[in-house]
């Protein structure tokens, strides 16, 4: 991209037409959509900058045309800065330094005691914006938190996995993350679905405690029995995983946290 080529992505432009024309068929939502927003920006770049004489280019522009021809404007314009590559800002534009960074690592610790207190809903859906700024394979962020905040299905939700014995009962809301491996087409790629699925997780985990609110991961186990329980619990689709659950509450201040050593830093880097 620095500098951008003549001539690139003619082997992927056909099929991402396709998908863009599959995309705005399956919802036409003429609202508007930042996702569709986005691949219109994109597209709209990307066809302004390329070398058009190119066969599969002019094609694939003309598609491209017609497609948003036949689209409301509504669906893909808006007052807002272009989707498209960016500079990043020549000074951070974050207010946290890494020591205040590394006190927030160092205050989630799994807390399995919690205040009888309810969590506002507004909190978790912070934490979750939060998370789903994490990366993940081709930004394709195939993952849902599945939320529990109803006592009565909080208690069912929290026998599930094996993890909550002894502390269970004190969860005020459970969470089941669970990954989509449709997101994916190959076999080689289904494990992503629990990288990508982590890598939010530990964001949830942080932005939940910068806002006084605290987590417990609960291991999923992969036993049968226990996956078609979930299944139809969370009634989910053929290609879906429950890949991890989370207690989350405000922490009891009388509950004791369970003191976790971390191993020294020579022991986990080596450099070359
Ligand atoms: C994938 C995963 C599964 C876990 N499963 C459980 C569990 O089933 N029950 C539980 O009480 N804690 C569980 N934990 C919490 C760990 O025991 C805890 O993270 C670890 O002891 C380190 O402590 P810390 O989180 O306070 O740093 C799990 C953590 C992870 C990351």
Redesign the pocket.
């Known amino acids: 991209m620095k500098p951008r080529r003549d001539l690139f992505g003619k082997e992927y432009i056909t099929e991402t037409i396709d998908s863009f024309e599959a995309i705005w068929n399956l919802g036409k939502d003429d609202k508007a959509n930042p996702q569709i927003k986005w691949f219109y920006d994109v597209l709209n770049e990307y066809f302004s900058t390329i070398n058009l004489s190119h066969p599969v280019i002019a094609t694939e522009e003309a598609r491209f045309k017609r497609i948003i021809n036949e689209m409301p404007s509504t669906a893909f314009k808006t007052q807002t800065a272009k989707s498209i590559p960016y500079h990043r800002a020549k000074q951070p534009v974050n207010n946290v330094n890494y020591a205040q960074f590394y006190d927030l690592c160092k205050q ?5 005691w919690f205040l009888d207190k309810p969590v506002p809903r507004e909190l978790i859906d912070n934490a979750i914006l939060a998370a789903n700024q994490a990366p993940s394979a081709c930004n394709r962020q195939p993952f849902e938190f599945r939320i529990f905040d109803d006592p009565e299905m909080v208690k069912k939700v929290v026998q599930l ?4 014995s002894g ?1 269970g009962h004190s969860i005020p809301v459970m969470i089941v993350l669970v990954g989509n491996l449709d997101a994916y087409f190959d076999e080689r790629d289904r494990h992503v679905i629990y990288i990508d699925a ?1 890598l939010a997780s530990m964001s949830f985990m942080l932005a939940l405690e910068s806002m006084d609110l605290s987590s ?5 186990p992969d036993i049968e029995a226990r996956e078609s329980k979930m299944h139809s619990f969370l009634n989910l689709k053929p290609y879906q995983r429950p890949i ?2 989370m207690g989350i509450g405000y922490p009891d201040p009388d509950g004791l ?4 050593e ?1 191993r020294p830093l020579h022991q986990i880097r080596k450099y070359n």
């Open positions: 989630r610790r799994s807390v399995r996995p094996m993890g909550t502390y982590s417990c991961s609960i291991n999923w991890m659950c946290i369970a003191y976790s971390k």
